[in-house]
């Protein structure tokens, strides 16, 4: 039933598109990237090479997700309980306007549990990767999503807020539809909730 509720909220939508300057979205109708692959896209105009700021938040300190930028680098927070997974360009990204990727392909692995590889992609040329066996099963967070900034306490390791200094157009979410979820422990989770 908890499953069927947060559905009925998203409407089984699988693409998303957020603009700058919205307000807080609370976890229930955010993008649901539990246990499956997606791309986060963020289109920018970097004004400065140390730009810095987030693209995208959702979550806390206990945990979530942050897309954002540090000292002109981009970065991808994946917060799993406290344990923070980053991915970091080497370079600096230069100014002028760019496409920002951070892609997450979900695979079973031939011990038959679930990893992740979660990879940076600037103008469409990827820049960085990591492979994690920690994704995010059960929850992301009760927390929701900020597009811009960072409100609360902050998901990564910076200052909440942590606005963006360059100019963010937009940012979309698209997710593959290999979603596969712990349904009781779904259940267990918004029980305890």
């Known amino acids: 039933r908890f499953a069927e509720n947060a559905e009925r909220h998203r409407g089984g939508r699988t693409y998303y598109t957020f603009w700058p300057g919205m307000g807080h979205l609370p976890s ?5 990237l539990r246990s499956r ?14 730009d810095e700021g987030v693209l995208v938040a959702h979550g806390d300190a206990t945990g979530g997700y942050s897309f954002y930028m540090e000292k002109g680098h981009l970065v991808h ?6 344990q923070h997974q980053l991915v970091i360009s080497p370079e600096v990204i230069e100014p002028g306007h760019h496409e920002l990727q951070f892609r997450m392909q979900r695979y079973v692995s031939d011990s038959g549990g679930t990893k992740g590889v979660a990879s940076l992609w600037v103008d469409a040329v990827e820049v960085a990767r990591m492979e994690t066996d920690r994704i995010f099963w059960l929850m992301i967070s009760w927390s929701g999503l900020d597009v811009g900034f960072d409100r609360g306490t902050a998901v990564g390791n910076y200052a909440s807020p942590y606005p963006f200094t360059g100019k963010l157009l937009k940012v979309t979410v698209d997710l593959d539809v290999d979603q596969e979820l712990d349904h009781d422990g779904v259940g267990r989770i918004e029980m305890a909730r």
């Open 28 to 32: 229930d109708v955010a993008p649901d």
């Open 37 to 50: 692959s997606y791309l986060i896209t963020a289109l920018v105009d970097i004004l400065s090479s140390v």
């Open 77 to 82: 927070d994946l917060n799993v309980g406290g």
